[in-house]
């Protein structure tokens, strides 16, 4: 199985709204299995953001949000702030094995 | 409090086998849900390596299903990683998660990697 899709850099000044894309294909991204997000600073082990395409974990910002339209699956985080600067992973389960996207480097200008 | 820790040695010689083991704190193995290993190549992404499901049911990622091996211990709580023939290309931080699979019938929810170890750097010398 491939990589999934992600772009290797996204920006964004503190206030704006910003969307990662992550895109897969029918058999993962575009199945009814659900996609995760991870952010991880620099160091420090990934956090779940998102799971389940759209579900915030207790203690998440509720200005992270997830969506999916067909094979891509997207994250928004609105009202950026400093803090938010970080790497972003998608992540999908494709039946017997799960597959990372390959990671958008976030800078809030 | 669920914690994961990652343990095993920092430094494996080309050709051997990498041996890792996460020991599960907070939550019983046994309980349920599939424990996974993810790593990390300096600089890079995250890779997927496989999971195992608490009765020892395994999946692994077909690049390098030949060379991985995933166990379960119920009663040390904990699970581990082996990784044969390994290369420099095999330098890597190597993280161990849980992975919530909720089941209701035929459905199934979840598969999603809720809790982390903090990683554990592990060096092939080229």
């Known amino acids: 199985q491939s990589a999934l899709t992600q772009p290797a850099s996204v920006s964004g000044s503190p206030g704006q709204s910003i969307t990662i894309s992550c895109t897969g294909t029918?058999?993962?991204?575009?199945?009814?299995?659900?996609v995760s997000w991870y952010q991880q600073h620099p160091g420090k082990a990934p956090k779940l953001m998102i799971y389940?395409?759209?579900k915030r974990p207790s203690g998440v910002s509720s200005r992270f949000s997830g969506s999916k339209s067909g094979n891509t699956a997207s994250l928004t985080i609105s009202g950026l702030q400093a803090e938010d600067e970080a790497d972003y992973y998608c992540?999908?389960?494709?039946?017997?094995?799960?597959?990372f996207g390959g990671g958008t480097k976030l800078t809030v200008l | 409090q669920v914690q994961l820790q990652e343990s095993g040695p920092g430094l494996v010689k080309p050709s051997e086998t990498l041996s890792l083991t996460c020991a599960v704190s907070?939550?019983?193995?046994?309980?349920?849900?599939?424990w996974g290993w993810i790593r990390q190549p300096p600089g890079k992404g995250l890779e997927w390596i496989g999971s195992?499901?608490?009765?020892?049911?395994?999946y692994y990622n077909p690049s390098l299903k030949s060379r991985v091996t995933i166990s379960v211990d119920t009663s040390k709580n904990s699970f581990s990683l082996k990784l044969s023939s390994v290369t420099a290309a095999d330098t890597a931080v190597f993280y161990c998660?849980?992975?919530?699979?909720?089941?209701?019938?035929?459905?199934?929810?979840?598969?999603?990697?809720?809790?982390w170890g903090q990683g554990t750097l592990v060096t092939v010398p080229s």
């Open positions: 907070g939550y019983s193995i046994s309980s349920g849900y599939y």
């Open positions: 992540c999908s389960y494709a039946g017997s094995y799960w597959v």
């Open positions: 998660a849980r992975a919530p699979i909720i089941c209701s019938g035929t459905s199934c929810s979840g598969f999603y990697f809720d809790y």
């Open positions: 195992i499901y608490h009765s020892g049911n395994t």
């Open positions: 029918s058999s993962d991204v575009g199945s009814y299995n659900p």
């Open positions: 389940e395409g759209s």
